[in-house]
C-alpha cells in the first residue's frame, strides 16, 4: 500500500525548492496522497496551482504559540547554543539595536560555556520536547493517518512543531535543511529528525558537527532547484531583450546586490559602474542588468537608470528608499523563467552576498565578487561587506576560488575586463564548486529526495 505523506512548506524559496523542482512530483507518484501544509492565508493561492486527485493542502495558523513565551524561550535558547561567527555577528547587531549589554554579555557567556558542552544542549532539545510540544496538529494526524512526516526546512518554527508532533503520535518523520547557510546560522537544532536531507557533504559534516546529528541519517541528495536549469529552455533572444528593454545588440552583465539587510551601499556600487562604462574603462559593448532580490529591499534611489542601467525589480521586494525589511510572497513560474532567462544571457554575474554564485556555477557563467563598500572609508564593521567573509558558509566556498573577491573600483574593472576577454577563466574551479556544493548534478536530485524519504 502507497504511504500518506505529510509535507511542510511555510517558506516562499521551498515553492521553488520542492513544489517546482520535481520533488513533489516524484513524492506524489509514490505515495496514496501528499498532504500539503501552508500558511492559513495562503491555502486558497496554493490550492489552485497544486490540488488535486491525490494532493490535498491544508492551510494553518499556530502563530500564537510560536510567539508564546515558553516556544520563544527555547527558541533563544538554541539560538545562544550554536557558537559559530555569524552567531557573534547577531548577538552584536542586537547590541547596537538594543543597547542591551547586560543580555549581550550574558549571551556571550551563556554561548562560551554552554556551548561547548554537548550532553547540556543534548538535554535542551530532549526538554524542547518533553515541555514545548502541544499536540496542535493532532485533528490533522487523525484526520489523515500520515505514514511519514517530511519537514523540508528543519530549522524553522512550524516545521518543528510538526516533527515533534509526529514522534508523539509514532510517525516516522524526515526532514531537510532548507538553505546552504542554516547549518551555521540559524541556532542549534532543536530536533533531530529519523532522517536529515542535506544538499551536499559539507552540510552533513556541518550538521553532525554543529548539531550533534549522526551522519548516520544523513543523506546528501544534491539540489533540485538548481538541477531544473538541466531542463529549462531559455525564452528567445528577442524575447527576453524586449521583456527587460535591453539593446540586443549589446552584451549583458548581470549585477546582484546585496539589499538592505545587509549593507546600506549597493547604490554606489551600481554608480561606480556606470562611472567605470561612461570613463571607457570597460567594453562599450555591454549593458548592467541590475536583479533585485526577491525577497530583500535594495535602496537604488540615488542612482538614474539609463539605456546602458537596467533595473529588473523581481518578486516582491521593492527597490524604494527606506524600505529595509525583507517581505513575504510567492513566487510562480514566469518569476523563475525570466531568472533563467537572465543568467541564461548574460556574459557575467557581479554579486555582492548571494546563493547566485550557486547559479553561476551550475550555468558556468564567469562570475565577480564585490568585497567592498562603494567609495565609503571606515565602514562599521557590521555593515561591512568583509564581515560576510567571515561566515562560515562563506569560508567555506571561497577557499574554493571560483570568483575573485574585489576590493576596489580598479579590481572591479580589471575582472570585468578580463571575464569578458575570455570567459573560460575559472571554468575548471567554478566546475570544482559545482561538484561540491551540487553533487551529482545529474537532474536525479529530486528522486533521491522523495526516494530517501519514503525508504
Known amino acids: 500500500m502507497k504511504p500518506i505523506v505529510f509535507l511542510s512548506n511555510f517558506h516562499p524559496l521551498l515553492t521553488r525548492n520542492i513544489l517546482n523542482s520535481g520533488v513533489l512530483e516524484s513524492l506524489s507518484s509514490e505515495s496514496s496522497r501528499v498532504i500539503i501544509f501552508v500558511f492559513k492565508k495562503h491555502e486558497n493561492h496554493f490550492k489552485k496551482i497544486y490540488q488535486n486527485n491525490n494532493i490535498i493542502v491544508e492551510g494553518i495558523d499556530i502563530d500564537y504559540f510560536i510567539k508564546g513565551p515558553k516556544n520563544r524561550l527555547f527558541s533563544r535558547i538554541s539560538d545562544w547554543l550554536l557558537d559559530t561567527?555569524?552567531?557573534?555577528?547577531?548577538?552584536?547587531?542586537?547590541?547596537?539595536?538594543?543597547?542591551?549589554?547586560?543580555?549581550?554579555?550574558?549571551?556571550?557567556?551563556?554561548?562560551?560555556?554552554?556551548?561547548?558542552?554537548?550532553?547540556?544542549?543534548?538535554?535542551?532539545?530532549?526538554?524542547?520536547?518533553?515541555?514545548?510540544?502541544?499536540?496542535?496538529?493532532?485533528?490533522?494526524?487523525?484526520?489523515?493517518?500520515?505514514?511519514?512526516?517530511f519537514a523540508t526546512d528543519l530549522f524553522a518554527e512550524y516545521d518543528v512543531l510538526?516533527?515533534?508532533?509526529?514522534?508523539?503520535?509514532?510517525?516516522?518523520?524526515?526532514?531537510?535543511?532548507?538553505?546552504?547557510?542554516?547549518?551555521?546560522?540559524?541556532?542549534?537544532?532543536?530536533?533531530?529528525?529519523?532522517?536529515?536531507?542535506?544538499?551536499?557533504?559539507?552540510?552533513?559534516?556541518?550538521?553532525?558537527?554543529?548539531?550533534?546529528?549522526?551522519?548516520?541519517?544523513?543523506?546528501?541528495?544534491?539540489?533540485?532547484?538548481?538541477?531544473?536549469?538541466?531542463?529549462?529552455?531559455?525564452?528567445?533572444?528577442?524575447?527576453?531583450?524586449?521583456?527587460?528593454?535591453?539593446?540586443?545588440?549589446?552584451?549583458?552583465?548581470?549585477?546582484?546586490?546585496?539589499?538592505?539587510?545587509?549593507?546600506?551601499?549597493?547604490?554606489?556600487?551600481?554608480?561606480?559602474?556606470?562611472?567605470?562604462?561612461?570613463?571607457?574603462?570597460?567594453?562599450?559593448?555591454?549593458?548592467?542588468?541590475?536583479?533585485?532580490?526577491?525577497?530583500?529591499?535594495?535602496?537604488?534611489?540615488?542612482?538614474?537608470?539609463?539605456?546602458?542601467?537596467?533595473?529588473?525589480?523581481?518578486?516582491?521586494?521593492?527597490?524604494?528608499?527606506?524600505?529595509?525589511?525583507?517581505?513575504?510572497?510567492?513566487?510562480?513560474?514566469?518569476?523563475?523563467q525570466h531568472i533563467f532567462d537572465s543568467l541564461y544571457y548574460s556574459s557575467l554575474i557581479i554579486n555582492a552576498i548571494s546563493s547566485i554564485i550557486v547559479d553561476a556555477a551550475a550555468l558556468d557563467k564567469p562570475l565577480i565578487t564585490v568585497n567592498f563598500n562603494g567609495w565609503e572609508k571606515n565602514v562599521p564593521t557590521l555593515k561591512s561587506l568583509k564581515r560576510w567573509r567571515l561566515e562560515e558558509n562563506q569560508i567555506s566556498w571561497m577557499r574554493i576560488g571560483m570568483t575573485p573577491l574585489v576590493n576596489n573600483k580598479e579590481e572591479l574593472a580589471l575582472w570585468i575586463n578580463n571575464y569578458l576577454k575570455d570567459p573560460t577563466l575559472h571554468q575548471d574551479k567554478r566546475k570544482n564548486f559545482k561538484d561540491i556544493y551540487c553533487g551529482k548534478f545529474d537532474g536525479k536530485s529530486a528522486e533521491r529526495i522523495a526516494s530517501f524519504v519514503l525508504s
Not at 554561548?111 to 547540556?120: A, C, D, E, L, S
Not at 544542549?121 to 514545548?132: E, P, T
Not at 527576453?240 to 540586443?248: E, L, M, S
Open 85 to 149: 561567527n555569524v552567531r557573534k555577528f547577531r548577538k552584536l547587531e542586537n547590541l547596537e539595536r538594543t543597547g542591551n549589554r547586560a543580555r549581550y554579555y550574558f549571551s556571550r557567556i551563556f554561548t562560551w560555556f554552554f556551548g561547548k558542552i554537548r550532553p547540556f544542549k543534548k538535554l535542551v532539545r530532549f526538554l524542547d520536547y518533553h515541555l514545548n510540544n502541544p499536540k496542535l496538529l493532532e485533528p490533522y494526524f487523525k484526520k489523515y493517518n500520515p505514514d511519514i512526516v
Open 162 to 336: 510538526f516533527l515533534k508532533n509526529s514522534r508523539s503520535f509514532g510517525v516516522k518523520n524526515a526532514a531537510m535543511v532548507r538553505s546552504w547557510d542554516n547549518t551555521s546560522s540559524v541556532g542549534y537544532a532543536r530536533f533531530a529528525p529519523d532522517k536529515l536531507i542535506v544538499h551536499n557533504e559539507i552540510g552533513k559534516e556541518e550538521m553532525s558537527r554543529y548539531h550533534d546529528i549522526s551522519g548516520k541519517i544523513i543523506q546528501a541528495c544534491g539540489i533540485p532547484q538548481f538541477e531544473q536549469y538541466l531542463k529549462m529552455k531559455p525564452s528567445s533572444r528577442e524575447e527576453f531583450y524586449n521583456r527587460i528593454g535591453a539593446d540586443i545588440n549589446k552584451r549583458l552583465v548581470l549585477f546582484a546586490p546585496a539589499g538592505k539587510f545587509f549593507i546600506d551601499t549597493d547604490w554606489q556600487t551600481c554608480q561606480i559602474l556606470k562611472d567605470l562604462y561612461y570613463e571607457n574603462k570597460i567594453p562599450q559593448d555591454i549593458q548592467f542588468l541590475i536583479r533585485l532580490h526577491p525577497f530583500n529591499a535594495v535602496d537604488l534611489s540615488q542612482v538614474e537608470p539609463d539605456s546602458n542601467f537596467i533595473v529588473d525589480i523581481t518578486g516582491p521586494a521593492k527597490s524604494e528608499a527606506g524600505v529595509a525589511a525583507k517581505v513575504v510572497g510567492e513566487l510562480d513560474d514566469s518569476f523563475y
